[in-house]
């Protein structure tokens, strides 16, 4: 069970990579998928929108937060193409 700061961390993670999908992406879908083991928390997001423009990069708004988020619990973020459109967002942190 996921608790504490660290839940509204996720929560807040979750809320910002939805709002740029609805803000940005252009999509028609998003999946959400959450999962745990004993020693890690991860989110993956992906959307099938108009993706990340590899060109730019962005180092303030909503991605850097998430980020942020993830490195002050000692954890990593990044994010990809989809297949075959989109962007994929991975988060992930430590218990």
């Known amino acids: 069970m996921v608790t504490g700061e660290l839940r509204t961390t996720l929560v807040a993670v ?3 990579a ?3 999908v609805a803000r940005h992406a252009h999509a028609h879908a ?3 998928d ?3 083991d004993p020693s890690e928390l991860r989110l993956q997001v992906t959307d099938d929108g108009v993706g990340i423009d590899a060109g730019i990069a962005p180092v303030t708004g909503g991605l850097a937060t998430m980020g942020s988020r ?3 619990h000692g954890g ?3 994010w990809s193409s989809a297949s ?3 962007t ?3 988060w992930s942190v430590p218990f």
């Open 18 to 20: 939805l709002s740029n």
């Open 14 to 16: 979750v809320r910002e």
């Open 84 to 86: 075959p459109s989109g």
């Open 34 to 36: 959450v999962g745990a």
């Open 70 to 72: 993830a490195h002050q």
């Open 88 to 90: 994929r967002l991975d």
């Open 30 to 32: 998003c999946t959400v």
């Open 76 to 78: 990593s973020f990044g």
